[in-house]
């Protein structure tokens, strides 16, 4: 006889097939669907038929994301199992045909055992949900996992709570000077959630944790390509310009023949080039916002000296492109320097919270 094909079989009758087939304990199966489709119906049926096939209840171990799926699955369980105690022979006979499982006397004997089966079990059915399950390997492995035997999973009042402790006394034997530079970086109650961020990524962190100040922060500038010690070092080099005579005879040929556009350019650039080096350093950034674009890209050359210009004078486009990449690669240098001195002042008092907290949750035995 052949077989019809799916667009032709009754939608609820194709449905029935495709959860049969997925609670067939032989096959490995991942089921999708909405809600009240019968996935929890899947996964019951999928454990009646473990059990029909001669696994041993105490055996199957029955994984949920919630207590209400598992509470559910248990329920429902120990529904079907009870009612099969009541069937008579036909009536058992049809549900375990629904199951496709043979409909033996020795199915039925065993169909209708299961229920003292699972009643005789210390604590019933192995149906829990996975945070549960992880934490009954750790209570029987806790040496293994490195814990206390005596652990507890901290509540969240707990854990605030242990946070804050932890915050307040690392914080009161802080230096007053770094509290003030990170006043400016974060809020005391930010401080809390930066430990709680860095506690998720924890094996990401440990290898900084073991680290002392000063081979912490050559890691943090070593990791953000910092080539300059501080600040005032790095200002210093970016304020002073290479061949500084040549770009500005090329500036003030542009300011004497260029376009209105561009003189209005090369106007401030001429009056930074004027300056000492300790006003240059206070108007760096009129210098940058000029060569670069507010998104921090080179601004387009012939912004400077169009074609024309660059025909008469074909130094002028080469010297401010020059000028241009490097102080792309300055400011670079300089906001990476800023970043590392804020991550450095910041791991400063983080990490010691972390350290705290991780120590008074062992203590706790959390």
Known sequence: MTALPDDLIDPGLRATQEQARASDPAVSAFVAASAGSGKTKVLTDRILRLMLGGTAPGRIQCLTFTKAAAAEMALRLQHRLGHWVTLDDAALDEQLNALRVGGTEAHRQLARSLFAQVLDLPGGMRISTIHAFCQSLLRRFPLEAAISPNFRLVESLDQA??????????????????????????????????????????????????????????????QLDVQYRDEAALMAVAVAVPDEAALAEALRQVAAEGSLAAQGLVAPLQDWLRQPAAVRIARWDDWVRVLLTLEGCPRQINKFAGDKLDQRFPTIRCLIAFEQARVYKMDDQRRSLLGAEATIAMLGVTLPVLRAYAAAKDYAGQ
């Open 161 to 222: 709570t242990t946070l804050d402790r932890a915050r307040e006394g690392v914080i009161a034997q802080t230096d007053p000077a770094a509290l003030a530079g990170l006043a400016a970086l974060a809020t005391i109650g930010n401080i809390g959630k930066l430990v709680l961020a860095l506690q998720a990524f924890l094996t990401r962190v440990e290898p900084l944790m073991a680290l002392a100040e000063p081979r912490l922060a050559a890691a943090v500038r070593r």
